[in-house]
């Protein structure tokens, strides 16, 4: 059994920064990517980022913006800089595999 957690959620202003840090704990491996998601309220669930053989993605929404790194095979930060009040979301770590594994969620606001 996985578990995932995520933390570093929390309240911001427009333009400043959070690390998200999410860990993953169970039968996983370095093989298995992981990324993050989000969901605002009344919005679906929206990928984020993905890591995968050290290889990065992004959503178009935080490209230049986010930064998604995996220093130790279990965990995966995101690093948000300049953020905005459409970042404002429940973000969600998930581990790729058969199925999927994901965190309870934190969150973050962006508020003036």
């Known amino acids: 059994q996985v578990h995932v957690v995520e933390s570093g959620g929390g309240l911001v202003q427009p333009g400043g920064s959070l690390r998200l840090s999410c860990t993953a704990s169970?039968?996983?491996?370095?093989?298995?990517?992981m990324g993050w998601y989000r969901q605002a309220p009344g919005k679906e669930r929206d990928f984020v980022a993905l890591i995968s053989g050290g290889v990065a993605s992004y959503a178009d929404s935080v490209k230049g913006r986010f930064t998604i790194s995996r220093d130790n095979w279990n965990t995966v930060d995101l690093q948000m800089n300049n953020l905005k009040p459409e970042d404002t979301a429940v973000y969600y770590c998930?581990?790729?595999?058969?199925?999927?594994?994901w965190g309870q969620g934190t969150q973050v606001t962006v508020v003036s």
């Open positions: 169970g039968g996983i491996s370095d093989i298995n990517p």
């Open positions: 998930k581990v790729f595999s058969n199925p999927d594994y």
